[in-house]
């Protein structure tokens, strides 16, 4: 029997997070706490027993208030989808989870997002104090087309387009994640079969260049059919509680602090 699993929604909004600065409108001034979101990552908990392994999808600009908010004390793996900016901008503060251990932290992603990361955040990965507070101290590992053996579970990269951008999205047994996503080839639907749970983007209702619409992400739910799909990435457009009303049986909207367990 493998390790428990739980994901936890880090955050669910899109760059620019939701209240969005200098909105005034209903969603960016609702009292609703799911309409309150930071940029899009989640924590994947794996337990075997008394040990507990957390890693992080994505290290969003919100990075440190996400961490806070869960509580969470130990970071295992950090994987990331892509290094836009709404993605990756967090990385320096993971630091503090490199106090006390003399080993790096592994940092999972595409040759192209490394170069991004290493070309944003050097000492990251030079290993080198450049100040007494401290660096990230992370060891860059590329992610290609095979599994990625992470505490007895199997993270399988799934690369999908997001516009015209190859990104990764990750599948860990009955469950996977997918962000940003606009077009999946034949190979990846196949990869995404079989589902407890799904996340997709699903940025808003009318048609946006490098993002998926609402219906569109419910239309590849609808054909991918996972038990439970969760749409995250979402913008102010939608209101949490309207839209869940609209949507077909399982699925719903993410929403950030959301909980869930799934087998792996």
Known sequence: MGPACSIEVLGSGTSVGIPTIGCRCRVCGSDDPRDSRLRTSILVQLSDGADQRNIVIDTSPDFRQQALRSGFRRLDALLFTHDHADHIMGLDDVRPFNYGRRDRIPAYASPSTLKSLRRVFPYAFSGQATHAGGVPRLEAIPVGHRPIRLFGVDFLPIHVLHGRKPILGFRFGAAAYVTDQTVLSPEAKAQLSGLDVLFL???RHHPHPTHST??????????????????????????????????????TLAYDGLRITVGV
Do not use: D, I, K, Y
Request: charge should be neutral.
């Open 201 to 203: 983007g699903a940025l």
């Open 214 to 251: 609402v219906g569109e992400a419910v239309a590849l739910a609808a054909e991918l059919r996972p038990r439970r799909a969760f749409f995250t990435h979402m913008c102010h457009e939608l209101p949490h509680a309207a839209t869940v009303r609209e949507l077909p049986s399982g699925m």
